[in-house]
Structure formats: C-alpha cells, structure tokens
C-alpha cells in the first residue's frame, strides 16, 4: 500500500455498550491489513494525559479536546486512530469531528444498546454503584448521554455479535478506501 | 523513500537560548526533504493539552509527560517530532528518553546559552520580570536548570549563528539514516 490516508474511528456510547469490545478486534483487524494504527481509550490515557481528570462536565471535555489533539496529530500523519471514549456530549463531539476532519477522516461509530442491557451486562461492576448513588456523574444514570444524530455508522450491540459490528466498520473504511479488503 | 523511521529530537535549554529559532527552520528543512514531522512546544500545546499548568516543578513534570506521551506516539508511527521545551529537570528528561527510545530513536539537543545572554536577549520580556521577583519558578532565576549530562548534540547558541545550529542537528539525523541529505 501507498502512504497511508489517516483517519480516527470515534466509538461513543455508554459504559457497557461494547465500545472496546470492537476497538480491538477493529485494531487487529486494521493491523493485518498492514495499516499504522493506534488505540486510544480511558485506560490508554489515563496515565500519561489525563490522570487529573474526574467526571464533571469540564473534566470529560477537557479529556475529549486531550485526546482529540492527539488524534488529529495522528490523523494528520498518516494513522489509522480508534478512539473509544463514553463522549457523552454532543457539542464537544462535534468540535472533535471539526478538528480531525482538518486532518483527515472522522468516522463517528455510535455503538448503540439500551441502558438496561448496559446494566445487565455491568462489565465494570459500576451501574450497580450508579443506581445505589455511590458514584456521581454516572453517564446514563446520573449524567446524560446524548446520543449522535448523524453518526457515519451505528452499531446495535444488543442485537448483533461484535464480530458483525467490527465487519460493518472495516466494511465502510473499504468502501471510502481507508483500508484495502481483507 | 521508504517508510520512514521515527525519532524525536528534543530542545531543551533557557528561555531565550533559541530553541524554537532552531526548531523551526529544522521542522522546515525536515519537511523540505519529504519527512512527515510534528513539532511540538508551548505555544502548540499550552490550548489543547496543558491549559491547566503552571510552572511549579509538578506542573512542569505534567506537562513534559504529557508532551513526550504524543511524541512518543508519533515517533513510532514514523514522524520526525520536534520538541523544544525548556524541560529544566534531567530525571523528568530521562524518563522522557527512556519512554521514546521504546518507539524510536530520541535526540537529545542541548540548547546552550549562558544566562546572562539569554537575560540581554529577552525575547519575551520575562527576564526583566523575573529579577524584579515578579515572576515565580523562573528558569535559571529562581528555579533550576539542570543541564543534559550526554545530550546527543550541543548547540551553543552565543557563538554561533542558528543556521549553524540547525546543520549541525541536520549532520547528525543524516549521519544516522533518520534524514536524506539536502
């Protein structure tokens, strides 16, 4: 493959909806298809960029406009960037698609399951804590999630596997030719 | 060329010893020679990545860490990174060294200028500021400057003119396969 055209996959949805469940296959997946990729997530950069950050409001958009700068740099140069982060707000969603459309393409992935089955699934153990009123800001219970209106792709994790969620996002990054096929 | 390899060169010396007259046209000729490069220093980051930092120790160690986290990014994905921080503390510079020789080759480059030079200069007027106590935690006033103990290249920038400077960084890359000749 020639140079390589940069762009971010943005998963948002809430915590249990599957987003990292189908950033790493998506990231292995682009990988073997000889892409430069990067994965960025809470865990990812929680140490490094953001560890002074909570959960207000303030707090998860100055973590958004951290790691958006990074991905646009990344973008910008060539990289193949998925970014999984809850992003529960829909204006700070939009300033991060204006930033790295600069820089290349912005693929929102609204990776969509209703709160109850978020709960249900409860992978963190969190919800539990939430609807107890242990923790504050709790996005979906204490905090809103607004939902994308016009996300590039949407992705029904409480009715299709992850293998068929992580085929209809390397499926639309063939069509634009972001990926060869696999 | 082929797929270029990654490095960091990182500036580190006074205010006003002439990092960024150095960076910039390094960042150009760089480019010039058809490298992907990035470069980073206070003024790109101080908006989007290290708003909420003073000039206290801890928070100069923040910034630097969160700084070498993108470099060190991009430096494995094959950009030519340039830093130039004033990045006073030699063990905040080492875990920076160690973090991007994981992801490629790092250039330390010792910005050498005596104090009393970079005070005549005054780029930004912040010396003045400084010796008058109207400045806290002012480098080489009233905090430390810990120089680089092996940097990789040293510039002394009061005996000689940037265009100097920059070869001699250029010479090096060259020497080293990171850059084409010129």
């Keep these: 493959m020639r140079d390589q055209k940069g762009f971010t996959v943005w998963l948002t949805g809430l915590s249990g909806s599957g987003k ?3 950033a790493k296959p998506l990231e292995g997946a682009l990988r073997d298809r000889g892409l430069k990729v990067e994965r960025l997530d809470g865990d990812i950069v929680r140490q490094s960029l953001t560890s002074d950050l909570g959960f207000t409001k303030e707090d998860r958009d100055q973590n958004i406009k951290r790691v958006t700068f990074v991905a646009k740099l990344l973008t910008r140069n060539g990289v193949a ?3 999984s982060f809850i ?3 829909r204006e700070r969603r939009a300033e991060t698609r204006k930033e790295i459309e600069e820089a290349g393409a912005f693929v929102e992935v609204f990776v969509e399951c209703p709160l109850e089955v978020c709960a249900q699934r409860d992978v963190k153990g969190l919800y539990d804590l939430a609807f107890a009123g242990k923790i504050d800001n709790f996005t979906g219970v204490s905090d809103p999630y607004e939902a994308p209106e016009k996300p590039e792709i ?5 009715e299709e596997t992850v ?3 992580v085929a209809r996002v390397l499926r639309y ?3 634009r030719g972001f990926s ?3």
Tied chains: 1, 2.
């Design 20 to 22: 990292t469940a189908i």
């Design 154 to 158: 949407v992705c029904h994790t409480a």
């Design 87 to 89: 992003s529960p707000y």
């Design 173 to 175: 990054l063939e069509e």
């Design 180 to 182: 060869p096929t696999g």
């Design 163 to 165: 293998e068929e969620s």
């Design 81 to 83: 960037v998925i970014c």
